[in-house]
């Protein structure tokens, strides 16, 4: 039943919904790793992102899909389209960064995630793109890897 669930690309009227998702999706994650997030913080997080979406779906540098399911949106994951430095196996200037993924808790685990993860990276080639990059949660890491993604080498530093 939740395979007939509609899939589709998001629009301006699903920012309210992708907001939130990321929202949700930072808030478990905090949860998870007890480590507790401001919500002040994901306050103006929220805002930036709403801004940033209001932009970026109408050019084209985001794209979102949706799964909708009892009038509401319950999944959901964009694509973030990087400006990027050719590399010796990839001169399109670009890199797809895949990001907030979020299933809400009644809806998960029968693969509505992984219904958008493939989705964006059906996308991602039918633009020509030759690597997809992402950062995984730990919940969310054997949906990844079952779709052939690897660890690599990245490193970071947090300014504090």
């Known amino acids: 039943m939740v395979d007939r669930l509609p899939l589709r690309e998001a629009n301006i009227d699903d920012i309210p919904a992708l907001v939130q998702h990321r929202r949700w999706m930072f808030e478990d994650m905090a949860l998870a790793e007890n480590h507790p997030i401001d919500p002040a913080d994901l306050d103006q997080m929220d805002k ?19 799964i909708e399911g009892s009038d509401q949106v319950v999944a959901s994951g964009a694509i973030w389209f990087l400006d990027w430095l050719p590399r010796p196996d990839d001169f399109t200037g670009r890199l797809p960064y895949l990001h907030s993924v979020y299933t809400v808790p009644e809806y998960r685990g029968v693969g509505l995630a992984r219904r958008i993860v493939v989705a964006m990276l059906d996308e991602c080639r039918a633009q020509g793109m030759k690597r ?4 995984a949660s730990p919940v969310g890491r054997s ?12 490193m970071r530093l947090v300014f504090e």
Request: aromatic share 12%; hydrophobic share 40%.
């Open 143 to 154: 949906i990844y890897e079952a779709l052939g993604f690897k660890p690599t080498n990245e």
């Open 48 to 66: 930036q992102y709403a801004d940033d979406l209001q932009q970026h779906l109408i050019d084209g540098r985001l794209r979102a899909w949706v």
């Open 132 to 135: 997809v990059s992402l950062h």
